[in-house]
């Protein structure tokens, strides 16, 4: 069974930058991996995955430019560079792994951009 340790968020300015990892136990990365968001009353949404090799990325229109994914599997972590922050990037944010079409979560971790 899949476990994951996501860490790294917390409170920061407009502008201000965070690094999310989401470390998996329990089986080896070798699948697509990203992150999801979910603001309170919103449903949940994606944000940007990366292929099981790292060499192709994706990204919601609303991040793009401003986050960077990437993994290290020889760690089994994947990781969400978040700059130039905005209020509207809050939310908990949830890395998934997505094993054939199958997605198991992480637990989650909150993101409050804030003055």
């Known amino acids: 069974q899949v476990q994951f340790v996501e860490s790294g968020g917390g409170l920061v300015q407009p502008e201000g930058s965070l690094r999310l990892s989401c470390a998996a136990s329990?089986?080896?990365?070798?699948?697509?991996m990203g992150w999801f968001r979910q603001a309170p009353g919103k449903e949940r949404e994606f944000v940007a995955n990366?292929?099981?090799?790292?060499?192709?990325?994706y990204y919601a229109t609303s991040v793009n430019g401003r986050f960077t994914i990437s993994r290290d599997n020889g760690k089994n972590t994947v990781y969400l560079q978040m700059d130039h922050l905005k209020p509207e990037d809050t939310a908990v944010y949830y890395c998934?792994?997505?094993?054939?079409?199958?997605?198991?979560w992480g637990q989650g971790t909150q993101v409050t951009v804030s003055s």
């Open positions: 998934y792994l997505d094993q054939s079409g199958v997605r198991s």
């Open positions: 329990g089986i080896r990365i070798r699948y697509d």
């Open positions: 990366v292929a099981w090799n790292g060499n192709k990325t």
